[in-house]
């Protein structure tokens, strides 16, 4: 059983290592968040693996990004454990954490999709856990990031009541509090390492 285990597992030095070290991260974030109400988040998490799983193979049959180094290559097309807990996790964190009102949402999810955008652009060129091809580029995931996590944040809000969620309070995102620097501060990274890596590519 062992052996066969082994010879299931890809043992790309860094490739391995980032994708157990995600899911293991990950996951026990989700179930420190899953904990304030077991039978919603436990829910949100399912759903969101499912949707999430369904989207990748669905990209990956019809050829517009690969997935070259995964844990179990001989099982499956898609690293299925980082897939489920890396987006999953991101779903609960924003459906427990984010503003109550919209307008401080979007901020808020800006930053979140940003920095997912940063980790999967930076996975791109540094690493051979995902390619793009054929149409597929960095705006296309950028789209899809948005689209995730606010459709997401909506089906969250119906299957997750409100006494379980714990917004951030919307005046520390305020002009001069620490929230709203914050803020500013990882977009205008984010933002000048997508130009960067924008200038790279294109050369």
Not at 30 to 47: D, G, V
Not at 109 to 130: C, D, F, K, P, R
Request: hydrophobic residues 55%.
């Amino acid at each position: 059983m062992k052996v066969m285990i082994f010879r299931m597992l890809s043992l790309s030095n860094k490739e391995t290592i980032i994708q157990i070290t995600l899911t293991i991260v990950t996951l026990i974030g989700a179930l420190l968040i899953m904990r304030n109400n077991w039978k919603r988040y436990s829910a949100l998490f399912l759903l969101s693996a499912l949707v999430s799983l369904v989207l990748c193979y669905i990209f990956v049959k019809i050829g517009l990004y690969t997935f070259p180094m995964r844990l179990f290559p001989k099982l499956t097309s898609i690293p299925i454990s980082t897939v489920v807990t890396v987006f999953s996790f991101y779903v609960l964190l924003g459906v427990r954490f984010s503003p109550a009102l919209w307008i401080w949402k979007i901020p808020v999810y800006w930053v979140m999709v940003h920095v997912g955008m940063l980790a999967e652009s930076w996975a791109v060129q540094e690493t051979n856990l995902i390619q793009y091809a054929k149409f597929w580029d960095v705006w296309d995931s950028y789209t899809w990031w948005w689209i995730y996590l606010l459709v997401f944040e909506w089906v969250g809000g119906m299957i997750v009541p409100a006494e379980s969620r714990r917004p951030i309070n919307h005046t520390w995102l305020q002009y001069g509090k620490l929230g709203w620097f914050l803020l500013h501060f990882i977009l205008i990274v984010t933002i000048f390492l997508g130009g960067f890596y924008l200038g790279r590519v294109s050369k």
